[in-house]
């Protein structure tokens, strides 16, 4: 029985939460002992707010051991797993500090607030011989991960552009404090440029235009192209200014050399070129959840993490960081080496 402990409440770790009570209730060898945040006492019987719903708003953490503190829970508790969903500043000293006493991680991302952060946690899950992985949730997303199938297939020949997009209302709190979350870039706009890198590889260089209109929160709003030498033309756009009823939205629409796949947050439309256009089959299982079955049947089974290293998502996070130089330098390429 792999025995969990969840550090933080809020909207993530009640996303995680739920997915835990899941895996429980379909049979997996797995137990959620223990919740550690230094407000549980205020936020076991208050909403959490998010770009999605969670299960309940309000939860019954009874059946759970409740610490404030998270070394009063590693003293009190024994467990194999610990998952981080706490702020982006958080992520780094915890995730080495927990590493280095030999527990398994799940980290949410951003991975860290930096990229030299980022190699500390890789540097230190290789030392330690424990396995560490970051909730790049859209390497999960049925939506995304047929994307992944249909390049890696050459079904429809060689990509030739690709757009993709993500933009929400402005969130609250520490997101808003650019150098504790990086803005809007780092922690919403990652998630295009992780994906990029998935699907794509490293980009050689990278040109970005961003906007801050929230007072010291960054860049909300971001334009990035990543330059490929096969010269396909990819781009990804954030948004973190989206009042009013809009709510939140995900989406790409990649081109093909003989087809292109629209992906519009619920469904995916493939239109060949030489044929009628259908919408493709999907699993009804978002990316939190697939990302959490993958990670703990690693750890159960004792296999290499394939899908998500925390080399790429390192890699991930330094393209991120070069994009930022470049809304710096008002779209100055920068290059990747």
Request: with cysteine; charged share 25%; net charge negative.
């Amino acid at each position: 029985m792999l025995k969990i402990g969840l550090i933080g409440f809020g909207f993530m770790g009640r996303m995680h939460f739920d997915n835990y009570v899941r895996l429980t209730e379909e049979g997996q060898p797995i137990a959620l002992k223990a919740i550690c945040d230094l407000r549980i006492e205020e936020l076991k019987d208050g909403k959490a707010g998010g770009n999605m719903s969670t299960a309940q708003e309000v939860y019954d953490l009874s059946a759970y051991n409740l610490y404030d503190d998270l070394e009063k829970m590693i003293a009190s508790e024994e467990l194999d797993m610990i998952d981080i969903a706490v702020p982006t500043y958080l992520h780094a000293e915890m995730t080495c500090s927990l590493l280095e006493r030999g527990y398994h991680v799940f980290c949410e991302k951003p991975m860290a607030r930096t990229s030299v952060q980022a190699l500390e946690m890789v540097e230190t899950a290789a030392r330690c011989g424990k396995k560490l992985m970051i909730g790049h949730c859209l390497r999960f997303w049925p939506g995304y991960e047929y994307l992944k199938e249909v390049i890696e297939s050459g079904q429809f020949g060689q990509v030739t552009e690709g757009y993709f997009y993500r933009g929400s209302g402005a969130p609250k709190d520490w997101f808003l404090d650019e150098t504790l979350s990086g803005g809007g870039i780092m922690d919403m706009h990652i998630h295009d440029t992780d994906m990029i890198n998935y699907l794509f590889g490293r980009p050689d260089k990278v040109s970005s235009l961003g906007r801050n209109v929230l007072p010291g929160s960054g860049y909300d709003i971001a334009s990035t192209h990543y330059f490929y030498k096969d010269a396909k033309v990819i781009n990804a756009q954030v948004d973190w200014t989206l009042e009013g009823d809009f709510g939140f939205y995900m989406g790409y629409r990649v081109n093909f050399e003989r087809g292109n796949i629209v992906f519009d947050g619920s469904e995916v439309k493939v239109n060949p070129n030489d044929g009628a256009g259908y919408l493709a089959e999907l699993s009804p299982d978002v990316g939190y959840y697939r990302e959490l079955v993958y990670f703990l049947d690693v750890i159960i089974q004792d296999k290499p993490i394939i899908i998500c290293t925390p080399e790429s998502t390192a890699e991930s996070l330094r393209i991120v960081e070069a994009e930022m130089k470049s809304a710096d330098a008002e779209g100055e390429w920068i290059v990747l080496d």
